[in-house]
């Protein structure tokens, strides 16, 4: 599993436009919105490639200027047993 942030930045007329699109992809959470268009978002895909690809669709959604990812986790779901 693979979680990143993303700050986005949309024209602020078109923001609720906007955050209904980005809703729209898989894997997308839009957690913040504020009036002169800055979104927090964040990705939740299986891999680095799924992510990237996600942060390019969020970039060409229509009223987007740009869109950024400002931290990334992944976690290869493999346990780890402590050495005795």
Excluded: F, W
């Excluded at 602020?12 to 839009?30: F, M, N, R, S, Y």
């Amino acid at each position: 599993m693979n979680i990143s942030g993303v700050l986005v930045h949309a024209r602020p007329e078109q923001v609720a436009q906007v955050e209904k699109q980005l809703t729209e992809i898989p894997g997308v959470e839009v957690h913040a919105v504020t009036e002169n268009g800055r979104l927090v978002v964040t990705v939740e895909q299986d891999n680095d490639k799924m992510i990237a690809d996600t942060v390019l669709n969020i970039h060409n959604c229509e009223g987007v200027l740009s869109a950024a990812m400002v931290y990334q986790y992944g976690d290869d779901d493999t346990e780890v047993t402590p050495k005795n």
